[in-house]
Nanobody, 124 residues
Framework: QVQLVESGGGLVQAGGSLRLSCAAS????????MGWYRQAPGKQREMVAT???????NYADSVKGRFTISRDKAKNTVYLQMNSLKPEDTAVYYC??????????????????WGKGTLVTVSS
C-alpha cells in the first residue's frame, strides 16, 4: 500500500503565500515523478507543477514565476511554494506520484497514486 498525505492548505488573501507538502509512504521502490494538480469547482483537474527524479520541472503557464516545486528524495516528499496567490488559484490541490513498487523479484513501474487533496482558498 502507498499513501500520499498532503498538508498546508488553507485560507489566504490575494497576494499572500502558502506552502503545500506531500509525503509518500508505504511500499515504494522508487519515485519517478511527483507533482501537484488542482481542481477548481466546476472545472477539470489540471496539472500545476511536476518534478522528475532527475530534477526536471514543468509548470502550468498560469503559475510560472509564482509557484515553485521542490522534492526531498530522502523523505519521499514534495513541496509547492505558492507566492503571489490569486483568487483564481482557489482549488483543491492534489499530490500525485508516478512510482515503482517491488514484489519479490518483480518490479512494477509507472504506478500512479493520488493524495486526497487539500483545499486552498484565496480571497480577494
Amino acid at each position: 500500500q502507498v499513501q500520499l498525505v498532503e498538508s498546508g492548505g488553507g485560507l489566504v488573501q490575494a497576494g499572500g503565500s502558502l506552502r503545500l507538502s506531500c509525503a509518500a509512504s508505504g511500499n515504494i521502490f522508487s519515485i519517478e515523478v511527483m507533482g501537484w494538480y488542482r481542481q477548481a469547482p466546476g472545472k477539470q483537474r489540471e496539472m500545476v507543477a511536476t518534478e522528475t527524479s532527475g530534477g526536471s520541472t514543468n509548470y502550468a503557464d498560469s503559475v510560472k514565476g509564482r509557484f515553485t516545486i521542490s522534492r526531498d528524495k530522502a523523505k519521499n516528499t514534495v513541496y509547492l511554494q505558492m507566492n503571489s496567490l490569486k483568487p483564481e488559484d482557489t482549488a483543491v490541490y492534489y499530490c500525485n506520484a508516478d512510482l515503482s513498487q517491488r514484489d519479490g523479484l518483480m518490479t512494477f513501474r509507472n504506478i500512479i497514486h493520488w493524495g486526497k487533496g487539500t483545499l486552498v482558498t484565496v480571497s480577494s
